[in-house]
T-cell receptor, first 113, second 114 residues
Framework: DAKTTQPPSMDCAEGRAANLPCNHSTISGNEYVYWYRQIHSQGPQYIIHGLKNNETNEMASLIITEDRKSSTLILPHATLRDTAVYYCIVRVASSGNTGKLIFGQGTTLQVKP | DGGITQSPKYLFRKEGQNVTLSCEQN?????MYWYRQDPGQGLRLIYYSQIVNDFQKGDIAEGYSVSREKKESFPLTVTSAQKNPTAFYLC?????????????FGDGTRLSIL
């Protein structure tokens, strides 16, 4: 599975959009990009995932560059409850592998009033 | 509401004792997973199961055992052979592997040694 690189920390003002970048320059054609977040002492929460196209759901938007070497998670209107560690993960989706998710160090997003 | 339920939230183990962590899901997911998280660390895969009555070892299976007798249940036993069991244990499930189906996690069980 491809390695990802994220900034260790970011700040965002409450009510503003939070844009979290992720580099995955060695991603292969059959690897998906997943975003999770983890609030202290809770299990990771799935946010969104995509393969090639941009995706949007009720929580966030995922923008994947045309060459797929990087992506951005967008929280459109950040609230204090969005303060968490955000993980970008790339993984092959096939029945032949374990399916394990490899969580790196992630980005600690601090939303400030 | 559909989801993954892990119990108990906190568990204490005495030396030489086996303990079992419960994981139940009502999402009708085929695949289930157990991960371990240590402070400041990423998740490490202990065991996974892609279908009922079948499971496979992950990266750190020594000292652990699992069963998958029912689709909705995937209990993890931490045996006395696991010498460093203090950690945060996370159970996850997914519809399967194809088409990028995401894993969804429970809220974890924190295991400590008395």
């Amino acid at each position: 599975d491809a390695k990802t690189t994220q900034p260790p920390s970011m700040d965002c003002a409450e009510g503003r959009a939070a844009n979290l970048p992720c580099n995955h320059s060695t991603i292969s054609g059959n690897e998906y990009v997943y975003w999770y977040r983890q609030i202290h002492s809770q299990g990771p929460q799935y946010i969104i995932h995509g393969l090639k196209n941009n995706e949007t759901n009720e929580m966030a938007s995922l923008i994947i560059t045309e060459d797929r070497k990087s992506s951005t998670l967008i929280l459109p209107h950040a609230t204090l409850r969005d303060t968490a560690v955000y993980y970008c993960i790339v993984r092959v989706a096939s029945s032949g592998n374990t399916g394990k998710l490899i969580f790196g160090q992630g980005t600690t997003l601090q939303v400030k009033p | 509401d559909g989801g993954i339920t892990q119990s108990p939230k906190y568990l204490f183990r005495k030396e030489g004792q086996n303990v079992t962590l419960s994981c139940e899901q009502n999402l009708n997911h085929d695949a289930m997973y157990w991960y371990r998280q240590d402070p400041g660390q990423g998740l490490r895969l202990i065991y996974y199961s892609q279908i009922v009555n079948d499971f496979q070892k992950g990266d750190i299976a020594e000292g652990y055992s699992v069963s998958r007798e029912k689709k909705e249940s995937f209990p993890l036993t931490v045996t006395s052979a696991q010498k460093n069991p203090t950690a945060f244990y996370l159970c996850a499930s997914s519809k399967g592997q194809v088409r990028g189906q995401p894993q969804h996690f429970g809220d974890g069980t924190r295991l400590s040694i008395l």
